[in-house]
């Protein structure tokens, strides 16, 4: 088993940082701060649409927040994760402001961080190479609350680096190698992070053919504006305003965001409308769906006059369903939904053809989670409204998260959203498209 101790990494640039003797909390900020390089780097460039920009920042940075996971000091670890869940978390409670409990925000913030301050303990509790390695291996696959976007995977999200397992192990243990080790195990890490590149699919596919006849939408609508009973006629207005502009430039489908329309449209008047549009071009919405006692957040699709549905399969952790006791969580719902319970979930993930594009469906936090993965689809049309969240990092984070899976999973995300930008990712290192609105 191999151990670290402070004085045998002097002058080791990194290594002799990490293990200063006297290792406090200001210590474990700037070892946060370096850590989130890969998040907040890509961050910036994907705000300006230069996806080569977030690939030199994180194929930097992210193999640098590797060997701080593996060399950090134990006694930073709680502080450390602390700061690191603070500064990818600080949004989670941010919906709060469009209800009584806002109050609560800074609590919020502060118990997310402690739970991964905990976690992080945890995983960083042994100074020692196999189970640092192994550790962060391991961390994909906790999800406090059904919280899943800890995915560390993501910092490699823009990289020229693998993201497959094995290219992910190849680039842990070569990072490890190259720091701890000299002469031939140094070299033998060199071999692996070699190994660990993506030599193929920088130029991508030619995704403007997935555009060519697609209307992709991006609404500006706040989120204290969306809900309010007097203002659905406006937000009606402007949504049949998007419908008539993609029809009028000869679009065969157009994509309007997450609960475009912010009520149960099957129990509208407005199906007829949109039945009736839908001769002329495809409509693909979210919107809320009411059935008995139950009410879905779901995808509708309306073409030649008929509709389908597909409800939203995984609800969001405190957003439609809160993992908390009943005692707990009734106080919540009555507070947002106006009752005891949250927004039901569907059964299973459905499949369309519309215009020939074969597609599956997904919703917001969907996107983000590999079980809508698991069939390969070729396509995904997306849809999201993030003004619960903004401005925050939240939608810069949920690229990074669709970007992985787009990787994995070989699939091209169509990404409509309200309050953040709209976009279609590639399944290739580069080749993503801005939506321009």
């Known amino acids: ?84 869940g603070l500064g990818l978390f600080y949004w989670v409670g941010l919906s709060l402001r469009f209800s009584m409990l806002g109050f609560l925000i800074p609590f919020v913030m502060v118990l997310v961080a402690l739970v991964y301050g905990v976690i992080f303990y945890c995983l960083l509790f042994y100074q020692n190479l196999v189970f640092r390695i192994a550790s962060l291996l391991l961390m994909g696959y906790i999800h406090p609350f059904g919280f899943d976007w800890l995915t560390f995977k993501m910092f490699f999200s823009y990289s020229i680096f693998g993201i497959d397992n094995w290219s992910f192990f190849c680039l842990i243990l070569g990072v490890g190698l190259v720091l701890r080790f000299r002469r031939y195990y140094k070299l033998l890490g060199v071999g692996l992070l070699v190994m660990a590149v993506s030599w193929s699919g920088y130029k991508g596919q030619d995704m403007a053919l997935a555009l060519e006849d697609i209307a992709v939408t991006s609404t500006h609508v706040n989120q204290d504006f969306k809900w309010q009973s007097q203002n659905i006629e406006q937000i009606i207005g402007g949504n049949l305003e998007h419908i008539y502009q993609a029809i009028a430039k000869g679009k065969k489908i157009i994509i309007l965001p997450e609960t475009a329309f912010p009520f149960a449209l099957n129990q509208s008047d407005l199906m007829g409308t949109l039945k009736n549009l839908s001769y002329s071009i495809t409509i693909i919405t979210g919107a809320l769906r009411a059935q008995d006692k139950d009410v879905y957040n779901s995808t509708y699709i309306f073409e030649k006059g008929k509709f389908s549905y597909a409800d939203k399969v995984i609800l969001a952790p405190f957003g439609e369903e809160i993992p908390l006791p009943d005692f707990l969580a009734k106080p919540i719902y009555r507070e947002f939904f106006g009752g005891e319970m949250g927004l039901s979930a569907g059964r299973e993930f459905k499949h369309f053809i519309a215009e020939g594009l074969e597609f599956t469906p997904a919703i917001c936090y969907e996107g983000t989670s590999e079980r809508t993965y698991a069939h390969h689809p070729k396509y995904m049309i997306l849809m999201s409204n993030n003004g619960w969240f903004v401005p925050s990092i939240e939608p810069f984070l949920q690229r990074l998260l669709i970007k992985y899976y787009a990787r994995a999973y070989g699939t091209i995300v169509i990404h409509s959203a309200n309050q953040s930008s709209a976009y279609v990712v590639s399944p290739n290192i580069l080749g993503d498209i801005a939506i321009k609105s």
């Open 1 to 84: 088993m191999v151990y670290f101790q402070g004085h045998k990494h002097k002058g080791q640039g990194i290594l002799s940082w990490l293990y200063r003797s006297q290792f406090s909390i200001i210590n474990a900020f700037f070892a946060a701060v370096i850590f989130l390089i890969p998040v907040y780097g890509a961050m910036l460039f994907l705000a300006q649409d230069l996806s080569v920009g977030a690939l030199v920042v994180q194929s930097i940075f992210a193999p640098i927040a590797i060997a701080i996971w593996l060399y950090l000091p134990k006694k930073a670890s709680f502080w450390f994760g602390f700061l690191v």
